[in-house]
């Protein structure tokens, strides 16, 4: 199981939060981003919920980390979908 970690962090934390996450053991990669949060990183676990106490006792905890949001990968079959789309599309009544 995989997820992304969005962090937000206090104002010039960045580079300290980044050192403090890279030597977490699930942590696949982090890397500083623009935008409404300052860093994002990747974590590889057994379960989502092995992922969710990593985040809560390892990452929350990192001095300078203020908000956390966890996005798990999904990983959806597209060759799947496009086929329920197609067959969906099909059964509609033609003009």
């Keep these: 199981m995989e ?4 962090i937000q962090t206090e104002i010039g934390q960045v580079a300290s939060v980044l050192a403090e996450l890279r030597k977490l ?22 379960t ?5 106490r990593h985040v809560v006792e390892g990452v929350q905890v990192i001095d300078g980390v203020t908000r956390t949001l966890t996005c ?3 990983h959806l079959r597209l060759d799947a979908y496009h086929s329920v789309r197609t067959q969906r599309a099909s059964e509609r009544p033609q003009p």
């Design 3 to 6: 997820a992304y970690v969005l």
């Design 25 to 46: 053991p699930l942590v696949v990669r982090a890397d500083d981003v623009t935008g409404p949060y300052d860093i994002i990183a990747l974590l590889e676990g057994e």
């Design 48 to 52: 989502l919920e092995d992922i969710g």
């Design 72 to 74: 798990p990968l999904g």
